[in-house]
């Protein structure tokens, strides 16, 4: 490795400190609200398809960049994750303020925790990927190594978020108030877009 790939990497390494995380968010937040039996299957699924998403981006990331209003559908898409989420997250503490006795409400499925996933990982990969090949440029190192750590990092985390969503229901509201600014700082970005374009 040369010197003048040593600051890209060191930018790329912040970046998916940043965005990773939102991804790791999102992936223990579904995880927590399924069986545990089902946690770990979750969340390797859930990383599994945010990595092969990367790699699909990255592949076409020029035709992407040309693409208006892609950024502002990814936020929108995310903003309804969000909304899932919450709905959840608000009929599970429902249920346990109901009588202990009472009946409670019944864990997302595996199928459904995936999708809320997928659909999360689509917004969200795409914002990682054009930041990551916005700073590696021609660099394949680069992009290769962006894409690595990113799922590294996701893998780590997501379990960390999982087992302390599970021990303290109240950080999930933290969890989505993360996710609810990166919508709508990508529904703002992408809105600014199609003004600037329309006003061409």
């Keep these: 490795m040369n010197p003048d790939q040593l600051w890209p990497l060191i930018q790329v390494a912040m970046v998916d400190l940043m965005l990773a ?11 927590a609200s399924v069986p545990a039996a089902l946690r770990p299957r979750v969340i ?4 599994a398809a945010a990595a092969v998403l990367r790699i699909l981006f990255a592949l076409v990331t020029v035709q992407l960049l040309q693409i208006v209003g892609l950024v502002l559908a990814g936020g929108l898409l995310l903003l309804w994750v969000c909304w899932k989420l919450w709905r959840e997250l608000r009929s599970s503490s429902n249920s346990k303020e109901a009588a202990d006795g009472g009946p409670s409400s ?6 459904q925790a995936i999708f809320q996933i ?14 990551v090949a916005g700073i590696a440029r021609h660099e ?6 962006g894409l690595a750590l990113s799922v590294a990092l996701m893998a780590f985390a997501a379990t960390l978020i999982a087992r ?7 950080i999930a509201y933290i969890g989505l108030a993360v996710i609810l600014q990166v919508a709508l700082v990508m529904i703002w970005e992408g809105s600014q877009e199609i003004i600037m374009l329309a006003q061409v």
């Design 118 to 131: 997928i659909v999360a990982d689509v917004s969200m990969s795409l914002d990682n990927v054009l930041a």
């Design 164 to 170: 302390l969503l599970e021990r303290y229901a109240w």
């Design 106 to 111: 019944p864990a997302k499925s595996l199928r």
């Design 44 to 47: 390797m699924l859930g990383i």
């Design 21 to 31: 995380a939102d991804n790791a968010i999102v992936i223990g937040l579904a995880a």
């Design 140 to 145: 394949p190192v680069i992009l290769v190594f």
